[in-house]
């Protein structure tokens, strides 16, 4: 900026301008028209008393056509900004949990960007930019989330994995139950072809044997099935199966009670 006389006018809209005052040509100093940005790192307190650090970039710039008031008005441009930064801040974030004052950086960012820019146009600037590039919490209280955090997480898994299991022991338990039904099935139709094959037996005895009961012809049948199981048990060296009184004696009790748990 040049002065003439007792004013103060633009010399070139380029990078920096001089300033000078009185009538002659005497240069008062320089102010860049570059954007620059300032940094500022706010301590504050959430609802929820939690101490955390906000950390906002502004992008600011003097304006050419109020370079006077840029120059002379204002005497350390900085540390303005900070101050209204910080009070912005601390009446905002306190209003709001810590959770919330994540998700409400935007918020935060315009609250401080509209009070800059009124209270720092008189002064001949103009504020691009704000921005909140971080929230640190106290390192005690980003330790604890990451836990609760952690075990949130573990949690669902838990919950995941016992669902997991549940529709196992369900596919389980159906398995076992059609296999159970299939057994079933399979011993009723063996026990009915057994059943078949002694009546077909006590029919085809009592017309070739004359005078036979289908009694004899019954406990017949079951004597000799039962050594039939006999020799099976006697053949197999890794038979599991509970002997049952076996002795002549014990013959005719057997079919006796075999008879009897038919009946």
């Given at each position: 900026?040049r002065g003439?006389?007792?004013?103060?006018?633009?010399a070139?809209?380029?990078?920096s301008?001089?300033?000078?005052h009185?009538?002659?040509?005497?240069?008062a100093?320089?102010?860049?028209?570059?954007?620059?940005?300032?940094?500022?790192?706010?301590?504050?307190?959430?609802?929820?008393?939690?101490?955390?650090?906000?950390?906002a970039?502004?992008q600011?710039?003097?304006?050419?056509?109020?370079?006077?008031d840029?120059?002379?008005?204002?005497t350390?441009?900085?540390?303005?900004?900070?101050?209204?930064?910080?009070?912005?801040?601390?009446?905002?974030?306190?209003?709001?949990?810590l959770?919330?004052?994540?998700?409400?950086?935007?918020e935060?960012?315009k609250?401080?960007?509209?009070?800059?820019?009124?209270?720092?146009?008189?002064?001949?600037?103009?504020?691009?930019q704000t921005?909140?590039?971080?929230?640190?919490?106290?390192?005690?209280?980003?330790?604890?989330?990451?836990?609760?955090?952690?075990?949130s997480r573990?949690?669902?898994?838990?919950?995941?994995k016992?669902?997991?299991e549940?529709?196992?022991?369900?596919?389980?338990?159906?398995?076992?139950?059609?296999s159970?039904?299939l057994?079933g099935?399979?011993?009723?139709?063996q026990?009915?072809?057994?059943?078949?094959?002694?009546?077909d037996?006590?029919?085809?005895f009592?017309?070739n044997v004359?005078g036979?009961?289908?009694k004899d012809?019954?406990?017949?049948?079951?004597v000799?099935q039962?050594?039939?199981?006999?020799k099976?048990?006697?053949?197999s060296?890794?038979?599991?199966?509970?002997?049952?009184?076996?002795?002549?004696?014990?013959?005719?009790?057997i079919?006796?009670?075999?008879?009897?748990g038919?009946?």
């Amino acid at each position: 900026m040049r002065g003439r006389g007792n004013r103060a006018a633009a010399a070139d809209p380029g990078d920096s301008g001089e300033v000078s005052h009185g009538s002659g040509k005497q240069i008062a100093g320089y102010l860049s028209l570059r954007v620059r940005q300032l940094d500022v790192r706010c301590e504050t307190k959430t609802k929820d008393n939690v101490f955390v650090n906000v950390v906002a970039s502004v992008q600011y710039r003097a304006l050419s056509e109020k370079a006077s008031d840029a120059f002379y008005r204002l005497t350390n441009t900085r540390e303005q900004i900070q101050s209204y930064v910080f009070d912005v801040i601390r009446a905002s974030v306190p209003k709001m949990i810590l959770d919330d004052a994540f998700e409400q950086k935007n918020e935060i960012a315009k609250a401080v960007e509209e009070e800059l820019e009124k209270a720092m146009s008189m002064y001949g600037y103009e504020i691009v930019q704000t921005l909140i590039v971080d929230i640190e919490p106290d390192v005690h209280v980003k330790r604890a989330m990451n836990e609760i955090n952690a075990a949130s997480r573990m949690r669902v898994a838990a919950n995941e994995k016992a669902e997991a299991e549940k529709i196992l022991q369900i596919k389980r338990a159906e398995g076992d139950a059609e296999s159970k039904y299939l057994a079933g099935l399979g011993i009723a139709r063996q026990r009915q072809a057994i059943v078949d094959g002694l009546r077909d037996s006590v029919l085809a005895f009592s017309e070739n044997v004359p005078g036979t009961s289908a009694k004899d012809i019954m406990d017949m049948v079951l004597v000799t099935q039962y050594f039939d199981t006999m020799k099976e048990i006697g053949a197999s060296s890794k038979s599991s199966s509970v002997f049952i009184p076996h002795g002549p004696g014990a013959v005719k009790d057997i079919a006796a009670q075999i008879r009897d748990g038919q009946l």
